[in-house]
Structure formats: structure tokens, C-alpha cells
């Protein structure tokens, strides 16, 4: 495997994954995706991570699938194509459930999986020349591995539209679907990025972990009985935890709490 297709650099506790194929557009393959999901799982067990930046360099951030690597896999059988399929597929759920708040930083294109990148996020911000489509239909495919993800960020009733339409709207479109969440210049996106990061890093490590499954649980609950009880023992969890304990203490006493200095 080449290395040189994506790069991780840190800056205080936020960590930048750059995807590194300008040349190819930032399409991925087979072994792009295992470097995703090694640097994934590296970053995950690293305690001095408490952000992730998904990014790219060139002018697209993702054209999805490669062409080489498409023509490939039309040669292997069905089989084969279902194993690398569910290799995709981890590379989405591992990052949707990545237990660190994520940020995708878009800044020109993104195509078919590089959309699914983008909806895997926790938050997503993209430079006003980004465009995005789901373009698969066009191929004679469908964007079944991401689809999960993608209907989750902008709902079923826009998701089918892109599905069957395949059509490129643009970053304020894609902002109104909620698909991702601001817009700005393309030369303000690290800085924007940034100060999402340090945003973020105001908040407790395990508060951050409990709130992204907060919503997560909470979205496929019923409201009922069951859902109350269960969202009022996480709070009394955390209150009394070392955590909660330092946080409540910090902002009482006007002082910073340990996790900021």
C-alpha cells in the first residue's frame, strides 16, 4: 500500500486525515479504504485525539469510487464484489460511529462515496464552489453501501430525488438539505475547521463520546416510558462522575474545567 494516499497530521489534540489523490481526484480504492480504516482505528485508541478533520487536497474532495478499481471489480465474481462492498461499508460505519466528534472539510467535489464521507461527519462544512451528486444511476448502480448514512443526513424524500435524478446541486443547496451545515470561502475552511475543533474541545472527553450516542439512541427511540427513564439515568451518570463532577466544580468555582487547559 501507498502511504503517500492519505496523510495524518496533528495539531493539539485535533488530528487531520487528508485524503491524497488530487491527481485521481481523491477517488478511493480497495487500499485507500484499508488506510482509512487502519488510521481510524489508530486514532480511535489515541487519548491525545479528541477531534478528526476529514479532508482532501486538490480541487475535489471525493469522486467516489475509482475507475481502475470499478474496472477491476468488473471482472470479479459475485462474491467477490459482496466482500468488497461490506469493505466499503465498514470504512462508513466505523466513521459514523467513530467515538470522537468528526468534521468533514469540503472543499470542491464530492461524488458518489465522497458524499457518503461527507454524511458519515458529525459536522460538515463546504467552500461555495463544492458541488455534490449521487451520480450512480448513471453507471447502471446504486448507492446502496452509503445510503444508510446519506438518508440519515437529508431524509428519504430528498434522498430519492438524488438517488434517480443523479443531479449536482450546489454547497447551498446542499446546506438547505441539511447535507452539510455552512458554507464559507474556500481559503476559510482550515480556520473554520479549526475553530469547530477548538469549539468542540470545550467540552468533556466523555460527554462528547455520550452525546453523539445520545443522538444516535435517541433518534430510533419511541418516546415513551422506557426512552425517559433511560436519557434521566445518563444525566444522574454523569453528574456523579469524575467528569461531571470537575465540570460542575469548574464552572461554579469560574475556573477552566482540566480538559480545556
Not at 430525488?161 to 446546506?175: H, P
Amino acid at each position: 500500500m501507498s502511504a503517500d494516499k492519505l496523510l495524518l497530521s496533528h495539531v493539539g489534540s485535533t488530528a487531520w486525515l487528508t485524503l491524497n489523490r488530487p491527481e485521481l481526484h481523491n477517488a478511493f480504492d480497495d487500499e485507500l479504504i484499508a488506510l482509512l480504516l487502519n488510521a481510524l482505528n489508530t486514532l480511535e485508541h489515541d487519548d491525545s485525539i479528541r477531534v478528526l478533520i476529514v479532508r482532501s487536497n486538490g480541487r475535489s474532495f471525493s469522486a467516489g469510487a475509482d475507475l481502475n478499481w470499478m474496472q477491476r471489480m468488473t471482472e470479479h465474481s459475485e462474491q467477490e464484489n459482496l466482500q468488497d462492498a461490506r469493505q466499503l461499508a465498514s470504512l462508513m460505519h466505523r466513521l459514523f460511529y467513530f467515538p470522537k466528534p468528526t468534521i468533514a472539510r469540503v472543499q470542491g467535489a464530492a461524488i458518489g462515496g465522497g458524499v457518503g464521507l461527507v454524511a458519515c461527519c458529525d459536522i460538515a462544512i463546504a467552500s461555495q464552489r463544492a458541488v455534490f451528486a449521487l451520480s450512480e444511476v448513471r453507471l447502471g448502480l446504486i448507492p446502496a453501501v452509503i445510503s444508510p448514512f446519506v438518508i440519515q443526513a437529508i431524509g428519504p424524500r430528498w434522498a430519492r430525488r438524488l438517488f434517480i435524478t443523479a443531479e449536482r446541486i450546489t454547497a447551498q443547496q446542499a446546506a438547505e438539505i441539511q447535507l452539510i451545515h455552512e458554507v464559507c470561502d474556500e481559503d476559510e475552511l482550515d480556520n473554520r475547521a479549526a475553530e469547530l475543533a477548538e469549539l468542540i474541545t470545550q467540552g468533556g472527553p466523555r460527554a462528547l463520546l455520550a452525546a453523539k450516542q445520545l443522538v444516535a439512541d435517541v433518534h430510533q427511540s419511541k418516546l415513551d416510558e422506557t426512552l425517559l427513564e433511560d436519557t434521566s439515568q445518563r444525566i444522574a451518570r454523569l453528574r456523579v462522575s469524575t467528569e461531571g463532577q470537575q465540570g460542575l466544580q469548574a464552572f461554579l468555582d469560574h475556573t477552566k474545567a482540566p480538559w480545556t487547559q
